[in-house]
């Protein structure tokens, strides 16, 4: 059986995804209060940054895969209008069911869908922009998905992933020493959960850099690939146009 990374661990594919699963029904419930807490506030700066970037424009097709709590398919939403639509998935049936209790909480509803970003239940050429937040570093196969969010695509579409990054250089030891001392406490404290935040802090570094992701997500059928770091390359926006 083919191996890959859970963290720092190497596991055996099927285990990789039970596993995660496992991670994310476990911080489902607390998700948001722990995203406020560990970023203090910016990934809705960085996630408002992303909508800034998709430019998304009434009657739009969207696909946003690991859609979790539904930020960011609610803020296309109102862009895309009552002529666009939002398709809002995830593979964790529970982040989606809270996101879609969420979207619905502000009279909202959308297509939501339990599926696998390495197999997208839809048609070639559907939609005019895909976006992935905080979701590719737990995929098994990112060159697999990859070439599916391509797939979807209508050529001249967009791929946005926003995604923990390379830090630079002059920030990497105190940005070690909070993601593992720091994070894992609060994970316990506020989550009832240490080790599902120690395999957060570990999947980051296990992630391709800006610049190896970017050469990834050329290989997989992006002509024109781009990438923004924000806050110190502890988050990185990649934008990839379909040929």
């Excluded at 939002?86 to 339990?114: C, F, K, Q, W, Y």
Aim: with cysteine.
């Amino acid at each position: 059986m083919s191996k890959t990374h859970f963290g720092f661990e190497t596991v055996d594919e099927q285990e990789k995804a039970r596993r995660v699963r496992g991670v994310f029904d476990s911080v489902a419930p607390r998700y948001d209060v722990m995203n406020d807490l560990m970023s203090m506030g910016l990934h809705r700066a960085w996630k408002a940054y992303t909508v800034l970037v998709a430019n998304v424009r009434p009657g739009q097709q969207v696909l946003d895969i690991a859609g979790g709590t539904g930020d960011l398919a609610l803020a296309f939403a109102k862009k895309a209008g009552a002529t666009g639509q939002v398709v809002h998935t995830d593979i964790n049936e529970a982040m989606l069911r809270t996101g879609r209790d969420r979207l619905l909480d502000a009279g909202v509803s959308l297509p939501t869908v339990v599926c696998d970003a390495e197999k997208l239940p839809f048609a070639d050429g559907r939609f005019d922009l895909v976006s992935v937040a905080f979701g590719l570093r737990n995929m098994t196969h990112k060159d697999g998905a990859l070439a599916e969010m391509n797939r979807v695509l209508k050529p001249g579409g967009k791929l946005l992933v926003l995604e923990f990054s390379k830090v630079a250089k002059p920030l990497e030891k105190a940005y070690d020493w909070y993601s593992f001392k720091i994070l894992p406490q609060l994970g316990r404290l506020v989550a009832g959960d240490s080790d599902s935040y120690r395999y957060l802090a570990e999947s980051i570094r296990m992630h391709p850099g800006q610049e190896e992701l970017k050469t990834l997500m050329k290989q997989r059928g992006f002509g024109h690939v781009d990438y923004h770091n924000l806050t110190g390359g502890v988050v990185a926006l990649h934008v990839g146009i379909k040929c």
